[in-house]
């Protein structure tokens, strides 16, 4: 019907205009719509650096009032029902007592309404923590209270993973590297990248510290400045902002290896640091490990990515790239590095579709109790990953989630069962040999022209 109704008024000429209407002021009976409005909206929970640097100077958010706002968001159909019921039952006796009061006088009865001033749920309950020797949470020190919050974010992130069901919810945090060691600031990150994988949630935080920017995905960055005016503005172009901020925040690349070895992805990194670890024959060649050697995912998109990415593509860092044969766009980029013979670029694809085709079937049909003979003859082709989340670990309902999950039991734990000799029957022992011996060269002709370099420095 209200589609309808805007179909029959609308048209191609009709100009429109925001008009802002404060909610409050409504006194009659709107009120109920934006009271079921408010119904679907999500949950907003904001957690503050410190202290609000309001007139009242409150705390930082205690967690459980997210916690109590998040379980009363679980009850919302019981508890509208009891709101429903309460309403419905004031407003009876209400409409009696207004028609009671028309024998009196009908004109001031003509004036009355029953309108609910409803407060929210969560100001019913109240809920604190209290620790060591029963000080509130409220009294202790930043530090402690913001390893509270972290605990809280990590329990959602748990959480999330496997509870898709309850409402959709915002989390704002300000400044959440505020008194905290590095390591627990990235931990509260990688807590806040699981909850905001999530399709029902949404995170927001702030920062002016160079560690937790580089954390993120360039995707998800958002620099703030302020134009001529001084009024602030959102930096719209990519590279303007990636610049922006990594000069604002000072930010250094993190790759000072003199040879890097470039792979797809962070699963082919797990692969490739396997197998030269497990396959004694592979670590003779050269010991990745020991050496001054850095294995980089090309595909991250986090800030530092960018960064170590744009650092040695201008630098003399040789670099070898080893990719999956099932893309050719990694195909032209290999075949024109290697055109080019600076010898400071080095590539090779894979003969097999991809990294996870390289581990013995064998081992595969044992972990994931399948059978895989029919496809050895596709094997170079088969899309192993694709076709094991179809019939493994159903228990991980998000179909995404499941990939990830078997591909990192594929190259972070079968890589390390696999011997010189399965790979041997398997067939491609010697062009994995072939990606290590190359790495040797780079490296050792790398070392070697250092060393020159310091000896003629030392004979001058």
């Known amino acids: 019907m209200r589609k309808a109704i805007f179909n029959h008024l609308l048209e191609e000429s009709t100009t429109f205009e ?8 409504i006194q009659d009976e709107s009120m109920k719509n934006w009271i079921k409005l408010k119904e679907n909206l999500p949950l907003f929970n904001l957690f503050q650096s410190d202290r609000a640097n309001t007139d009242n100077d409150k705390e930082v958010q205690d967690p459980m009032k997210a916690i109590t706002k998040e379980v009363l968001a679980e009850l919302q159909p019981e508890l509208d029902d009891i709101r429903d019921k309460v309403v419905k039952r004031v407003e009876e006796v209400g409409l009696k007592t207004i028609e009671k009061l028309k024998e009196f006088n009908g004109e001031i009865a003509n004036q009355l309404k029953t309108m609910p001033e409803l407060k929210n749920w969560d100001s019913v309950f109240k809920f604190n923590l209290d620790t060591d020797n029963e000080i509130p949470l409220n009294k202790r020190g930043s530090g402690v209270r913001r390893l509270i919050l972290l605990s809280y974010f990590r329990a959602e992130a748990e959480k999330s993973i496997n509870d898709r ?12 590297e505020t008194s905290q060691h590095p390591d627990f600031q990235r931990m509260i990150i990688s807590s806040l990248s699981t909850i905001a994988n999530q399709e029902n949630s949404q ?29 602030p503005k959102i930096v719209t172009d990519e590279k303007v902002k990636i610049r922006e901020v990594v000069q604002t925040l000072g930010i250094l690349p993190t790759i000072h290896s003199s040879l890097v070895i470039c792979v797809e992805g962070p699963q082919d990194v797990n692969f490739l640091k396997n197998i030269n670890k497990f396959v004694p ?180």
């Open 203 to 231: 995170v927001f935080i702030t920062t002016h510290t160079p560690e937790i920017a580089q954390m993120v995905d360039g995707d998800s960055l958002i620099m703030i400045t302020k134009d001529e005016r001084g009024c």
């Open 18 to 25: 925001e008009v802002l209407i404060d909610i409050k002021d």
């Open 281 to 460: 024959e592979f670590k003779d060649i050269i010991d990745i490990e020991e050496c001054d050697i850095s294995i980089y995912n090309l595909g991250g998109s986090r800030l530092i990515d960018w960064i170590n990415i744009n650092h040695f593509r201008y630098s003399n860092i040789k670099e070898f790239h080893l990719y999956d044969g099932d893309i050719k766009k990694y195909k032209d980029l290999v075949n024109e590095m290697n055109t080019n013979m600076d010898r400071r670029r080095i590539g090779t694809v894979t003969k097999l579709r991809e990294m996870e085709n390289y581990i013995p079937i064998d081992i595969i049909e044992e972990e994931f109790n399948c059978k895989l003979s029919e496809h050895q003859t596709n094997w170079g082709s088969f899309d192993l990953p694709s076709y094991l989340k179809g019939i493994a670990m159903q228990h991980i309902r998000d179909v995404k989630q499941r990939e990830v999950a078997i591909k990192g039991v594929l190259n972070s734990k079968l890589t390390k069962k696999i011997t010189a000799q399965a790979l041997k029957e398997h067939g491609v022992y010697e062009e994995m040999e072939s990606w290590f011996k190359t790495i040797r060269d780079i490296y050792y002709s790398t070392a070697r022209t250092a060393i020159n370099k310091e000896l003629q420095v030392n004979n001058q």
């Open 165 to 176: 069901q309850h409402k959709n919810i915002i989390y704002a945090i300000e400044e959440p």
